[in-house]
């Protein structure tokens, strides 16, 4: 090879099969996570739970007891929810591999669902009747708490099976020595 032909048979395009990073953190996006069965639940849920305690919030009932515990329960999981939303979405869960996320995620919908439970329970016992001025927003939280309480249940149960391993063969649920 001649050195006069050398520039034109090098080629300088360059590619990386690397996630690029910003600050350190990986900016790749799981499109595949909000088409699953999963992740459709969770946006299911944050949507849901920002009805539950915007509903209540709207209404002069806040200082009621009961509805403080309403309020609680579905403000802390909506922005927890919104926070794992993040977390998964941003797979900002692979820098953390020591952590087991399958069961980090289903204790968090189990104790969500049972948190929602009792924030349900306290919410249609406390109804007003029907001539208080709020009622209907009050009701419409009590139906929009047990409907969020069965999203979480339905995650609770996926994210059971993705715990247990169901859908991988034995290789994939071991953890190597």
Request: glycine share 6%.
């Amino acid at each position: 090879m001649k050195m006069a032909d050398f520039p034109g048979k090098v080629n300088t395009q360059t590619s990386s099969s690397e996630t690029q990073t910003s600050y350190g953190v990986p900016a790749r996006v799981d499109m595949d996570f909000i088409k699953s069965i999963p992740g459709i639940l969770l946006i299911a849920e944050i949507f849901v739970g920002l009805l539950v305690w915007s509903l209540i919030a709207s209404t002069g009932f806040t200082s009621v007891p009961a509805y403080g515990w309403v309020l609680f329960v579905s403000v802390t999981l909506w922005l927890l929810s919104i926070a794992l939303f993040v977390v998964l979405l941003l797979r900002f869960y692979q820098n953390l591999p020591s952590v087991p996320w399958p069961l980090v995620l289903m204790v968090f919908y189990v104790v969500a669902a049972v948190l929602y439970v009792t924030a349900f329970l306290a919410d249609a016992v406390t109804v007003p009747p029907q001539f208080f001025p709020w009622h209907g927003h009050l009701g419409a939280s009590a139906f929009f708490a047990i409907v969020v309480t069965l999203l979480y249940g339905a995650s609770s149960y996926f994210a059971y099976l993705d715990w247990r391993g169901e859908g991988q063969n034995a290789a994939a649920s071991t953890v190597p020595v």
